[in-house]
């Protein structure tokens, strides 16, 4: 908020904001909530704006596999996108440099979703070592982060985040990379 009131007060030209897919007030996941909240203030502080969403991180995903290949988390066949923070930052580029972008939104994401179950498949596929997916509960997990000593905050992000993952939030897919900058 004070950034924002800020750059309204001396007049900046132009705000591109690093949001999160399915920002707004209804969505389920913590992270996107605030997003929208933000992208809320935008509209109204009168400073022309743009939103570059982005999904999770592709160069995460090795963390999401513990040392035997197994990623446990609660899922379910839930479908996500991801984003390469690379192109992220092209979008950002273009969208700060070329007129015409004010008032828009992109998602940079894949143009395709995947599953937990396929992207273990994908990534055994691509290494050829044995990754697989076992979905648990939201209970379960919960038990282990907090036995790892995690903050609450922390906690209700991660189940916010499976929550919405199983509700279909993070299944957004769009082309919006190739269309700003050119690249696929």
Excluded: C
């Excluded at 400073?47 to 999904?55: C, E, G, L, M």
């Excluded at 907090?146 to 992000?157: N, Y």
């Amino acid at each position: 908020r004070a950034f924002i009131e800020a750059a309204a007060s001396a007049g900046v030209a132009h705000i591109v904001y690093l949001s999160f897919v399915a920002a707004g007030p209804d969505a389920i996941f913590l992270h996107a909530r605030s997003h929208g909240e933000t992208e809320r203030m935008l509209a109204e502080s009168g400073v022309p704006w743009t939103a570059i969403r982005n999904s999770m991180y592709a160069d995460d995903i090795p963390g999401w596999f513990d040392s035997d290949g197994l990623n446990t988390v609660p899922a379910g066949e839930g479908r996500m996108s991801f984003s390469y923070r690379p192109e992220l930052a092209r979008a950002i580029a273009v969208t700060l440099t070329e007129p015409g972008h004010e008032g828009k939104t992109y998602d940079i994401v894949t143009p395709q979703s995947v599953s937990m179950r396929e992207l273990a498949e994908i990534a055994w596929a691509v290494t050829g070592q044995n990754y697989r997916y076992a979905p648990t509960s939201d209970a379960w997990w919960e038990e282990r982060w907090r036995a790892r000593g995690k903050e609450p905050w922390a906690i209700e992000a991660g189940l916010t985040s499976y929550a919405a993952l199983r509700a279909g939030e993070f299944d957004v897919t769009s082309d919006d990379y190739r269309n700003l900058t050119g690249e696929d």
